[in-house]
């Protein structure tokens, strides 16, 4: 039986390498992604240049990430995913994610719901490294990361399928 790693560092050690955790805010009913996830949060911060980190990532319902929306963003709904950057040298933070939202998004848009999970982590993650949404211009230039890094890590974990194998991150 092989047990799940957490990196859980304390305050005082060194952050090196990239590491991701993957944890659950709530019971959630389906088996998620937690491999591809990872990856994804990886894939970005290796794109980005990112040699150091620690984020974690947070799965939840929409009864989870309302409250959070409205103390911190001042939204008083349900949204799909909000980040928390923690610190920037080395770059910590957690992303949190409404596998509710993220589901019906996807049905939505027509899309498996572990595709748009990865969009969710990915667009986090960009948000960890300074990107911001607010306007067109930088809208339009994240979200073009975005994309292109979603297709990437999907075309990644298509080939892992086809050669019937597990992706490997260097994430935890």
């Known amino acids: 039986m092989v047990s799940e790693l957490h990196f ?23 088996r998620l992604p937690r491999n591809a996830l990872a990856l994804a949060v990886d894939h970005t911060l290796v794109r980005e240049g990112i ?34 950057p923690l610190c920037q040298s080395p770059l910590e933070g957690e992303i949190y994610i409404s596998v509710e939202t993220a589901a019906r998004q996807a049905a939505e848009h027509g899309i498996a719901l572990r595709t748009e999970l990865i969009r969710l982590a990915v667009h986090g993650t960009l948000h960890l490294l ?30 892992c399928v086809q050669c019937n194998r597990r992706p490997r991150s260097s994430a935890g």
């Open 130 to 159: 300074g990107y911001d949404d607010t306007t067109d211009g930088a809208r339009t230039t994240m979200y073009a990361r975005q994309e292109a890094y979603v297709e990437q890590v999907v075309a990644r974990l298509c080939r």
């Open 51 to 84: 040699r150091t980190a620690l984020v974690t990532v947070v799965l939840c319902d929409d009864a989870t990430i309302t409250p959070i929306n409205a103390e911190f963003l001042q939204h008083n709904w349900a949204t799909d995913v909000v980040t928390f």
């Open 8 to 30: 859980v560092l304390p305050p005082t050690r060194r952050v090196r390498g990239r590491h991701v955790r993957i944890e659950r805010a709530c019971m959630l009913n389906q």
